[in-house]
């Protein structure tokens, strides 16, 4: 008799936007509007530099909280671009930010936990919880606030058994970047309740109009709070797999021991390649965002033409748009999108119940994908396909 699996996650759903992509990669021509990957190849630089790593030998394992000269420029890398001061030994590498964040509620969370989540939010925190016996409550960021958070709403889901509150900004999947006024509010609530903040900044340095505040910068002196980043989006760098975590010493200590666990140190040949990110020309990076908001406005102005258009995302590079008027639930939406049409989206309920009758369109695809794959869904939208 077969043993059975662990009830958590063999009943939890598969992310809803692996599924539509999974299918995607199944059906050759299809416009792949659907992962957050950028399109760019990763820097060449970046690039000769993890080919020396190889050549010179740099293929051992590391300290498990990343190579300290890593740690040292990351340090520069806070301090320079999100106002944060911090020391090489509160911060922690991963593989990913994903495995930082996981590594971040691993140090943090206990059996009965609850942790406060966005809505619309990104369905990997949602996936992590069960392995910990916790569960997420969601706080909406309603399409009628141009995806803010109802900080009242909010408010309301605070429990004794709620441990953190999570922070995503600018946001995956709507492209929403909070005023300041709205971290401190989140920050103010958090310090009330006594809570973890959870800030997961892994678009930090995409942003399109204003400006975005670390909420770690706001309150210097709080140490239950958790920031979280990775060189994926930024540097275009996403099969490199790195992320990290900058918090308390005491917490970077215990995230650490989970990482001795699971990783035991992400690839030096990866820590030696984001060093070279951290120093070499940065001009790559305004590059990508200054395409980012090219295509945001692209596509902006075929859905406002569409009357498609539910906010003008500032962050990130995603786009929702409002697929209600073709009738069908989203999920099935963007199959049959897919199916008739050649075309792919993430369902907005992969996200969660706010963008139930929407969808998420990656920015990280081409001109001329997005103006071919958004016309297509904007005709089919309207059935006039």
């Not at 990351?74 to 994903?98: F, H, M, S, W, Y």
Request: glycine residues 8%; proline residues 7%.
């Amino acid at each position: 008799m077969i043993p059975s699996l662990a009830h958590g996650p063999a009943e939890s759903l598969h992310s809803g936007i692996r599924e539509i992509a999974n299918e995607a990669i199944r059906r050759p021509g299809t416009i792949r509007l659907d992962v957050g990957q950028p399109d760019f190849p990763t820097p060449q630089h970046v690039k000769d530099a993890g080919k020396r790593a190889i050549d010179e030998n740099k293929t051992f394992y590391t300290h498990t909280q990343g190579l300290l000269s890593l740690r040292e420029k990351l340090v520069d890398k806070l301090a320079r671009v999100n106002g944060i001061k911090t020391t090489p030994e509160a911060i922690a590498c991963g593989p990913g930010g994903v495995g930082a964040i996981a590594a971040m509620f691993a140090a943090v969370l206990e059996q009965g936990d609850e942790v406060l989540l966005p809505d619309p939010g990104w369905p990997n925190y949602r996936m992590m919880l069960p392995w910990l016996g916790t569960r997420g409550i969601f706080y909406p960021c309603p399409p009628e606030y141009g995806f803010q958070p109802d900080l009242e709403s909010l408010a309301r889901l605070i429990s004794p058994r709620t441990k953190i509150l999570v922070v995503n900004s600018p946001n995956n999947p709507t492209g929403a970047v909070y005023p300041e006024a709205t971290v401190a509010a989140m920050i103010d609530l958090a310090q009330s309740h006594n809570l973890w903040l959870l800030s997961d900044e892994c678009y930090d340095q995409i942003v399109f109009d204003g400006s975005w505040t670390s909420p770690a910068k706001l309150a210097p002196d709080d140490d239950r709070i958790v920031t979280a980043f990775t060189f994926s989006k930024t540097y275009a760098m996403t099969g490199w797999r790195l992320g990290y975590i900058a918090g308390s010493v005491d917490l970077i200590d215990t995230a650490t021991k989970v990482l001795e666990s699971n990783s035991s140190c992400v690839s030096t040949i990866t820590q030696v390649a984001a060093e070279a990110a951290l120093t070499g020309p940065q001009d790559c990076v305004g590059e990508m965002v200054s395409a980012y908001r090219r295509r945001r406005d692209l596509v902006v102005d075929i859905l406002k033409d569409a009357e498609l258009l539910i906010s003008e995302p500032t962050g990130a590079f995603y786009i929702m748009a409002d697929v209600s008027l073709r009738g069908l639930p989203a999920r099935e939406f963007s199959f049959a999108l897919l199916r008739e049409q050649g075309v792919s989206a993430a369902p907005g309920t992969a996200f969660g119940e706010v963008a139930s009758e929407a969808v998420r369109i990656s920015l990280a695809s081409s001109e001329a994908d997005l103006r071919e794959g958004v016309g297509r869904l904007a005709r089919f939208v309207h059935g006039s396909t």
